[in-house]
């Protein structure tokens, strides 16, 4: 007898709806599983015969060929457990056929029947729904994640019995999501901590107001780490397509907390400087699996100490930063990550990094060989560089208080929603996202405006990529002003945050 059901096989965020098929015939009694299974889903025939027989179902005692399509795609992890066994249950006449059309059944089996979350089920029902699948049936456990996809009705099972229950007419057996409650906000270090360092809090304040690029030089002990944890609380809050692109790469990586499944703070990564390329831009065996600049998708990706960083680790950034996607390649096929991060770099200016320059001990070698690290083509990338300067007197912030992040993310608001009003025909939220050719030409500055870019890629001191990167930080500046278009000191202080000097 033949069976079908519905499952889910994820390559990066994509997914595709997968057809399980179940032919119980006669023959000697084995199973067969055929469909580029991996490693991770061939040992599901164990599983799976385990898990019905302690539900109180007899596995069937003929042979069995289970065949998921389409056969050409790799499928791998223990997603699938609970589609399988469904399919061999209504194959064998253990269960009826009706529910499962239509029906998507995500989930692994344990032993004992026990059905266990996995990572992915919000971006395997968005795959689902595109599918044409109304209904859902998940691990109870992830049940809040599942109830984020519209259109589809998710429910929730303990166990395999339930489900087969379920299945037999007891619409009772499932669980229905609760709803969804407010989820407190999670709390945010203010900007109003960081004692002096105006120039540095200018450059944070332009980064958030535009989604640029930041380098912070200076240094232990100047502040750097703070400046940067503090960029997020400056970002305003996802929008719902962002947040479950979001979502989505956390749900993947299985960062996601059940009792706050939809992230909608922008999030902040830093990884450590000991981390492998595949942690850092997403890797291993097999399905790649999504990386730090990923997790920081909409968010702030933080390198501190960045000149610890291996040469070849900092290299890898690149390609991500122009484009906002990684691309994958492996054995099963490329996977597509999207990666629409701003990076923030800290450094101490070299190994010894003394309190005051004056004491530096290092060669004028050791301080370039020690910088050198971060390369042309990196710094090219990298919109604002700001100097950090040591602190001379606590006393300084009791006489004139810091501005807080609730100041400063109004004056960032204000400026992002101009940006937004201006790119809207055009599908973008930020100045970084415009590309230099529609600057240059649609939104073409006078001669005597851009005068000082002229002179900078004339003397060599500038590349087109810093001039365009520079009429982008020009256009945040006018912004944070209230002008309509940039004058000739916007374009000039933009192109001094990319002065080396301040690196």
Not at 478 to 487: E, K, Q, S
């Amino acid at each position: 007898m033949l069976a079908r059901s519905w499952a889910v096989a994820l390559s990066g965020v994509d997914g595709m709806a997968v057809e399980v098929e179940a032919d119980v015939g006669t023959g000697k009694p084995k199973v067969q599983l055929v469909g580029l299974p991996d490693a991770a889903l061939l040992e599901a025939k164990d599983r799976v015969r385990a898990a019905v027989r302690n539900s109180g179902v007899t596995w069937p005692d003929q042979q069995v060929t289970l065949a998921m399509s389409p056969a050409d795609l790799p499928k791998g992890g223990s997603g699938y457990d609970l589609s399988l066994a469904c399919a061999v249950l209504a194959g064998a006449g253990e269960v009826p056929q009706a529910e499962l059309g239509g029906t998507v059944l995500i989930g692994e089996l344990a032993l004992d029947g026990r059905l266990r979350p996995v990572r992915g089920v919000l971006p395997g029902l968005l795959a689902a729904r595109r599918a044409g699948l109304t209904r859902a049936v998940v691990p109870i456990e992830a049940l809040p994640e599942a109830a984020l996809v519209d259109g589809m009705r998710s429910r929730g099972a303990g166990r395999l019995a339930d489900v087969l229950a379920w299945l037999r007419g007891d619409e009772t057996a499932l669980v229905d999501p609760e709803p969804a409650s407010a989820v407190p906000s999670p709390d945010v270090p203010d900007l109003a901590d960081v004692i002096g360092q105006p120039e540095a809090r200018w450059a944070l304040e332009v980064a958030a107001a535009g989604g640029h690029h930041l380098l912070l030089v200076g240094p232990p002990g100047t502040g750097k780490t703070m400046l940067a944890e503090r960029l997020v609380g400056l970002l305003p809050a996802l929008s719902t397509r962002e947040a479950l692109e979001v979502t989505a790469i956390h749900s993947i990586a299985g960062l996601l907390a059940p009792e706050a499944p939809l992230v909608t703070v922008p999030p902040f990564v830093a990884p450590h400087h000991s981390a492998s390329v595949a942690a850092l831009v997403g890797g291993g065996s097999g399905t790649a699996r999504p990386g730090a600049i990923s997790k920081a998708h909409r968010g702030v990706l933080f390198l501190d100490e960045a000149c610890e960083y291996r040469a070849h680790h900092l290299e890898a950034l690149r390609t991500a930063i122009e484009e906002g996607e990684i691309r994958l390649a492996r054995r099963d096929g490329v996977a597509r990550y999207p990666a629409r991060f701003q990076l923030v770099l800290a450094t101490n200016p070299c190994p010894c990094a003394p309190p005051r320059d004056v004491d530096c001990t290092c060669s004028p070698v050791e301080r370039r060989r020690y910088f050198g690290r971060l390369s042309g083509p990196l710094l090219d990338r990298i919109d604002l560089r700001a100097r950090m300067r040591p602190i001379t007197a606590m006393s300084a912030a009791d006489a004139t208080p810091p501005e807080s992040t609730d100041v400063v993310s109004q004056r960032v608001a204000a400026a992002r929603g101009r940006a937004a009003e201006r790119w809207s025909e055009r599908g973008w939220r930020t100045n970084a996202e415009a590309p230099g050719p529609v600057l240059r030409r649609d939104f073409r500055l006078p001669r005597k405006v851009t005068a000082v870019l002229d002179r900078g890629l004339s003397t060599g001191i500038l590349s087109a990529r810093g001039a365009d990167r520079c009429l982008r930080v020009a256009w945040t500046l006018a912004d944070l002003d209230g002008d309509d278009r940039p004058t000739a000191e916007h374009v000039a202080a933009a192109l001094e945050f990319r002065d080396r000097r301040a690196a």
